[in-house]
T-cell receptor
Framework: AQSVTQLGSHVSVSEGALVLLRCNYS??????LFWYVQYPNQGLQLLLK??????LVKGINGFEAEFKKSETSFHLTKPSAHMSDAAEYFC???????????FGQGTRLTINP | DTGVSQDPRHKITKRGQNVTFRCDPI?????LYWYRQTLGQGPEFLTY????????KSRLLSDRFSAERPKGSFSTLEIQRTEQGDSAMYLC????????????FGPGTRLTVT
């Protein structure tokens, strides 16, 4: 069984500040991990993925995430927030033999000018 | 390269009516997935197809729900006798093949049952 917990349903940061969105996972198989972003009334866009290669993964729009097996975490970061980063962010897990993505409940990111 | 498309984007229906949604995956993607997303929640898996075969269904998919992918290309999701609890965003996603675990999502169909 797989599950994802996103700590903090709402995160607010100032423009130019560090963005940190937390994700912890549980998986009975080696996990594949993903971050998706969703803008209002739109589908989900893939930001980045971890599929057992490098543990530090770089994605689009300046985001990156680090897979830490010992902490079962896959936190998303961006050094400097931009107003256009305001959106809902979802962490998801899949794995070898699993066909579906299991999502966390999401974190709404607000950027303050 | 066109992405995943879904039609309609919005559907308002009265309780008890049937509705059908369509999803066109990215060309040559042989895996197609349906998810449901309610307000403030992450997407929840409903079902998935490999080519025309429906290989997994969630317990969320009651007998009022049926999905098809007749020729291994587009897919339809039908909800019979809609209930207010069916109001949600229905998302479709596709992926190219096994061992590629990321999925590419369409814009979704927002269903409102009145």
């Amino acid at each position: 069984a797989q599950s994802v917990t996103q700590l903090g349903s709402h995160v607010s940061v100032s423009e130019g500040a560090l963005v940190l969105l937390r994700c912890n996972y549980s998986s009975s198989v080696p996990p594949y991990l993903f971050w998706y972003v969703q803008y209002p009334n739109q589908g989900l866009q893939l930001l980045l993925k971890y599929t057992s290669a490098a543990t530090l993964v770089k994605g689009i729009n300046g985001f990156e995430a680090e897979f830490k097996k010992s902490e079962t975490s896959f936190h998303l970061t961006k050094p400097s927030a931009h107003m256009s980063d305001a959106a809902e962010y979802f962490c998801a897990v899949s794995g070898v033999g699993a066909q579906k993505l299991v999502f966390g409940q999401g974190t709404r990111l607000t950027i303050n000018p | 390269d066109t992405g995943v498309s879904q039609d309609p984007r919005h559907k308002i229906t009265k309780r008890g009516q049937n509705v059908t949604f369509r999803c066109d995956p990215i060309s040559e993607h042989n895996r197609l997935y349906w998810y449901r997303q309610t307000l403030g929640q992450g997407p929840e898996f409903l079902t998935y197809f490999q080519n025309e075969a429906q290989l997994e269904k969630s317990r969320l998919l009651s007998d009022r729900f049926s999905a098809e992918r007749p020729k291994g290309s587009f897919s339809t999701l039908e909800i019979q006798r809609t209930e207010q609890g069916d109001s949600a965003m229905y998302l479709c996603a596709s992926s190219p093949r096994a061992q590629v675990y990321e999925q590419y999502f369409g814009p979704g169909t927002r269903l409102t049952v009145t």
